[in-house]
């Protein structure tokens, strides 16, 4: 949408510069059209960039977010499309139309690369989710403030107390109606690309908070930055397989739970994307 913006802007600055000029009195308009709007297209983008750099650059992370930014939010949502469209990520989608119309939920989805959140709050980030995410991505330059704004609870995988008391407050999150919250159950980027075991821990986050499970699946994000830098589209499969409602997870360990979100995973994506476990 952005983008797009931003194109459309750019075919009228090009016309108006055209009529301008009178370049479509001869041939003139045919350098000095396409030439006008990569000038506005590339002029106007460096001002968008510039306006999230400015408007992150207000953030102060060392003073604790109280509500989720609406302004914020919507700047993650239209930058994340931006992101999917300029590194030519043609995402194929499947089974969003499962996803509750209202209420909270706990959305789980495999980990292959950084694209992956960028994915989900494009699709997602409107119906007010926020992500577990580990401590370090916090420095990341604009995500780590756009992180704090949106409420992302961030784990110290290092200190258990910590985590624990992040999984707390993801419940409070959800509890409150506040945000649904995202998680990865492998806990980590999978290296090899194939779908690892679960750290089940985090699925207590809807038992407690007595919310159902959205649970995703996305293949070949690991391409796309390489691909983009080669000029290429990668073609990513997002599907929303199915949402266990809560009534189904009462009696169940969350390693049951983990078992069966593993298991719909991995027919999903098929044998040759599992690690297989000696």
Known sequence: MLLGCIAAASALIALGVCFGTGAFSGLQWLWELPVSFLGSFLGLGLLAFLFLVIACATVDTSKPQEHDSKFFRAIGVLYS????????????????????????????????????????????????????????????????????????????????REALRTIVQSIDLIKNDELSVAVFPEGYVSKDHKLHPFRSGVLKIALKAQVPIVVCTLTNTQHVFHNAKRLRHTDVDFHLLGVIPFEELKGHTAVDIGNRIHDMMARDLGPQNVLCEE
């Open 81 to 160: 499309g931006a992101i999917c469209t300029l590194v030519q990520a043609r995402i194929h989608k499947r089974g969003l139309e499962q996803l509750p119309k209202s209420g909270r939920f706990l959305l789980v989805c495999n980990h292959l690369s950084d694209m992956d959140p960028v994915i989900l709050l494009r699709y997602f980030g409107t119906r007010e989710i926020t992500f577990l995410s580990k401590w370090e991505n916090s420095s990341m330059f604009v995500v780590g403030k756009i992180m704090h704004k949106i409420k992302c609870p961030l784990v110290n995988r290092e200190n258990d």
